[in-house]
C-alpha cells in the first residue's frame, strides 16, 4: 500500500491547502465543477440502487466510487477545502490569508453548485423522457429525499436546525477524512481503500453533506418535490455549510495538525 506516516500526509495536507489559494480563479472554479458534477453522479447512481434493490446499504456501498474518481482526477470539493486551505493559514505559509481562505471557498461552493446543479438537469431530462412523462422511481424517490430533509427538520424548528447541523458535522469528519486517506499511500489501490472506508460510513448513516445536497435538493425540486427554494437553503444548506466546516476542521484537520505537525513538548521522565 506504500503507506505514509502521519507527520508526511499532514505535511502534504497543509501543502495542498497553500497551493489550493495560489490557484487561479479558472482552474479552481473548472476543478470545483467537476468535483459536483461527479459527485453528483456518484449520489445518482447510489439512489439508483436502493431504488432497485430496496437496500439502502448497497448504495452506500457504492457511493464512494465517484468521490474515489474526483479526487484522483485532482478536483475539489468544499467540504474538503474547509479543512485543507485553513491549515496553510495556521501553519503561517507566506501569502496565505484569511481572505484568501474565503475566496477559494466561495469559488469552490459556486463550483460545486454549479456542477451539481447540472447533472441535477441533465438527470431530470432521463428521469421524465425530456418532461413529457411523470418522473420514474428514482425521480420521485429524489422528491421524497428533498421533502423529508427540509420539511422534515422544519417541523422540529431550531431543534430540527441543530440536528442539521449536528449531522453536517458527522459528516465532514468521514468526508475529510476520506480526503486524507488520498494522501496517505503513493498507490492508486491504497488511496481508493483509504478513501472508500469513511465515503461508505457518511453515506450510509445519512449525514449531511453540503455538494451531495447541492444535487439533491435541485433535482428533488424539479421532479415536484413539495418544499421551496428557501426550504432548502434555510434548513439544510445553510446548517449544512456550516457542520461540515466546524466537523472537518475541528475532528480532523485540527487533530491531526496539532498532533503530527505542531506537536506538544515531550513529557519528561
Request: proline residues 4%; aromatic residues 14%; glycine residues 12%.
Amino acid at each position: 500500500m506504500s503507506y505514509l506516516v502521519p507527520s508526511e500526509f499532514v505535511t502534504k495536507m497543509v501543502d495542498a491547502g497553500e497551493s489550493k489559494v495560489y490557484m487561479s480563479t479558472r482552474d479552481t472554479l473548472i476543478r470545483a465543477y467537476m468535483a459536483g458534477a461527479i459527485l453528483a453522479l456518484a449520489a445518482v447512481f447510489a439512489v439508483s440502487i436502493t431504488v432497485e434493490t430496496g437496500s439502502p446499504i448497497f448504495g452506500a456501498i457504492m457511493f464512494p466510487v465517484g468521490f474515489c474518481m474526483l479526487y484522483l482526477l485532482g478536483f475539489d470539493l468544499l467540504t474538503g477545502v474547509f479543512v485543507l486551505v485553513p491549515l496553510a493559514w495556521i501553519d503561517k505559509r507566506p501569502g496565505v490569508t484569511v481572505g484568501g481562505i474565503f475566496r477559494n471557498w466561495g469559488l469552490v461552493f459556486v463550483g460545486n453548485f454549479l456542477g451539481a446543479l447540472t447533472v441535477a438537469l441533465l438527470m431530470s431530462i432521463v428521469f421524465t423522457y425530456g418532461f413529457s412523462v411523470e418522473p420514474n422511481a428514482v425521480g420521485k424517490k429524489l422528491a421524497g429525499v428533498g421533502e423529508a430533509r427540509t420539511l422534515g427538520y422544519a417541523q422540529y424548528g431550531v431543534a430540527g436546525w441543530f440536528t442539521i447541523f449536528t449531522r453536517g458535522m458527522l459528516c465532514n469528519w468521514m468526508v475529510s477524512t476520506g480526503v486524507v486517506g488520498a494522501m496517505i499511500s503513493t498507490t492508486v489501490s491504497g488511496k481508493v481503500i483509504a478513501m472508500w472506508m469513511p465515503i461508505m460510513l457518511f453515506f450510509g448513516m445519512a449525514f449531511e453533506h453540503s455538494v451531495v445536497n447541492m444535487f439533491l435538493f435541485p433535482a428533488g425540486l424539479i421532479m415536484g418535490g413539495n418544499f421551496s427554494i428557501m426550504d432548502y437553503f434555510i434548513w439544510n444548506e445553510i446548517p449544512t455549510v456550516l457542520g461540515n466546516l466546524v466537523g472537518g476542521l475541528a475532528f480532523t484537520g485540527m487533530t491531526l495538525y496539532s498532533t503530527h505537525i505542531r506537536t506538544a513538548p515531550k513529557r519528561a521522565l
